[in-house]
């Protein structure tokens, strides 16, 4: 039972977030006026992520075992294409899946990072996860701690531009 409780916190937590990250900075939510965001599913070898002001995402995946996730989390902030990986496991997801409604336990993963790092992050995971439509979102960060932003900056700048599993 403790273990729910927390989860539901942890979700109530994350909607919340989610809430006040998609909101623009005069208080009315991303909609028709906000520029959906496009993955391009290809690793980019030529990433600059030198654009002032840094444009600052949380993109959001899932996977199904404990290990993957840490693994992923140490790959992405290692090789800076991440500042900082949150792992948060979640008792279930249900979800539609060629006809069939699925249940199964899923550790979810919050990334944050910059905009320009999206193609590798998402070649990244495409290339390591195991499912085959790994669900990926990504969402805009248009506010918060100026010290925590920047830090979010400094920290996912490449220092290669492989997305490539560490072994």
Known sequence: MKNKSRNCILASIFCQLVFIILQTSDGHPIGNTGT??????????????????????????????????????????????????????????????????????????????QECQLPNLEAYIRENHPDEEPGLAALQIVGGSASFLEWITNNSRPVNNTARLIT
């Open 36 to 113: 959906p965001l496009k993955l391009s599913g290809s690793v980019n070898p030529a990433v600059n992520c030198s654009q002032e002001p840094a444009q600052l995402q949380l993109l959001t995946t899932a996977v199904s075992e404990m290990d993957l996730a840490k693994r992923f989390a140490r790959d992405l902030v290692q090789q800076q294409l991440a500042a900082i990986v949150n792992i948060m496991p979640m008792d279930s997801a249900l979800y539609m899946w060629e006809g069939e409604l699925v249940e199964s336990p899923e550790i979810l993963l919050l990334i944050y990072s």
